[in-house]
């Protein structure tokens, strides 16, 4: 069976306070659970703070973008070698929110993705298509090319350790959910097109979905097939919700 991961991607939001309140509760009510991998993503600048506070909890750190350089002239940047320093395991690559604001391309993408697998942070790879794209039919062929970009420069092999997170972009932050139906349905082409590289590590790569899931939507979602967690933003700062998607994926585990 897969491993069931559920992200939290906190965005540009907190402060060392209100992340010990959360992390408080976190640390509190998070249950640890055989496949099950509960990962909170701070911005940079807190990652610090969260990994003391997480202590032994089984909570797993990553960040929410990183350089594919090692080290040097790059002011504002930071490498994957200072993530794992500061023990985050994971890093979430080419969110929707990077593409479309900081004009992040599949190229720069794929770069960042083959630095992180060979520097062994696992990349949550972000893919997904914006509302004009669906309502054109085209949800299936953008998707296929954002996964293309990455496994033609990277290679299958890479995707053994990596996790890809299928974000419509019109349901980040907007309250709107993909249904299951439409969910799963690219969650199985996006499984179908890795295949054709190597059907073993299709099998195994998890695929969150991601986009406005809650406590309310998680049930529904997460007993798709093809659907192995949620990368989740605005929920993810609220203890209770957080938690309570927790609890839905630990019953999947069942
Ligand atoms: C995200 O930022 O990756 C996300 C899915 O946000 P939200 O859950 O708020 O839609």
């Known amino acids: 069976m897969r491993k069931t991961i559920v992200a939290g991607n906190w965005k540009m939001n907190g402060s060392s306070e209100s992340i010990k309140s959360l992390m408080g509760a ?27 506070l997480k202590g032994e909890s089984p909570i797993a750190l990553g960040a929410q973008n990183v350089s594919a350089q090692e080290s040097g002239a790059f002011t504002g940047e930071w490498s994957l070698g200072m993530l794992q320093d500061l023990g985050c395991s994971h890093v979430i690559l080419g969110h929707s929110e990077r593409r479309s604001l900081f004009g992040e391309t599949d190229a720069d993408v794929a770069d960042k993705f083959v630095a992180a697998v060979d520097a062994d942070v696992i990349p949550v790879l972000c893919i997904g298509e914006t509302l004009e794209q669906r309502e054109a039919g085209q949800t299936i062929d953008v998707v296929s090319a954002q996964v293309d970009a990455v496994l033609n420069q990277a290679g299958s092999e890479r995707f053994m350790n990596a996790v890809i997170a299928y974000e419509p ?55 798709q097939n093809d659907i192995d967690g949620g990368l989740i933003g605005g929920a993810s700062l609220k203890a209770d919700e957080f938690l309570t998607i927790c609890a839905v994926a630990a019953e999947r585990r069942k």
């Open 169 to 223: 972009v019109w349901a980040i932050g907007t309250g709107l959910t993909a249904t299951p139906e439409q969910a799963q349905e690219v969650h199985a082409a996006i499984r179908a097109q890795l295949a054709q590289a190597d059907a073993d590590m299709a099998a195994k790569l998890p695929i969150l979905y991601g986009g406005s899931m809650n406590a309310g939507n998680a049930a529904e979602l997460l007993a």
């Open 26 to 52: 976190l640390t509190a009510g998070v249950v640890a659970v055989d496949g099950l991998e509960t990962l909170v993503c701070p911005p940079a600048p807190y990652i610090g703070l969260v990994a003391d």
